[in-house]
């Protein structure tokens, strides 16, 4: 309690109090508050501006905190949006990807579905004068025989189509970039000269025409439409993304 002598006003405003009956304990609370009061007046100030200050430092920091996490938000957004671009030009980029190995696989196939290997390119043997111009598939008589690639009829007939009574019934079918495929010992050409085909279109039947040991198919892939300018078939189409 302030040793102070309340002022006179005061005084009397506690006169008042208790003149209006309230109670002695409530008189003399009062009175430490005035007497509180009266000290404090310029610390309740500092307090209140104080309170204030920190109000608006409160203030500034939530609002630095909001604009932090807007910011953070925005970044977020954005990595998020970098992100999507960068798994949806990953997904283009795949399928791109995807188009051009089903173009590259459906621009050659192999000229029968079911076979089994025989004779290879360059393979010695009685059979031929020379080295083994082709690559032999082992099928039964009757067997479709398919368009390697896509191109069109330049030989088909008897005789080799021109090349020798030894390829029997023979197809050559002329593609792009001086490339030719050769067909013999068919059963049945299905093809004329001057058609065009489609890689995969059936053009023939197979068979054991001309100088064969058994049916099969004997292909070709040539430089040039004649006989002897012929490459080793079965790395042509591995290259051409066709393994047989
Ligand atoms: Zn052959």
Redesign the pocket.
Known sequence: MSKRVMNPATRTAAVALAAAGLGASMVAGAGSAFAAEGQAVTPIAATASAAVAAQAETQAKVAAQVKAAATKAAATKAAAAKTAAAKAAAVKAAAAKKVVTAKKAASWVKPVTSYTL??SYNQGGA??AHK?????FAVPVGTPVKAAGAGTVVKAGPNGGGDGPAYGNAIVVKHANGTYSQY??LSKIKVHIGQKVGAGQQIALSGNTGN?SGP?L???IRTTPNYGSAVNPAAFLRSHGVGI
Do not use: V
């Open positions: 025989t004779a059979m031929w083994h111009s082709g690559q032999d013999a010992h064969s099969h004997h292909f070709e």
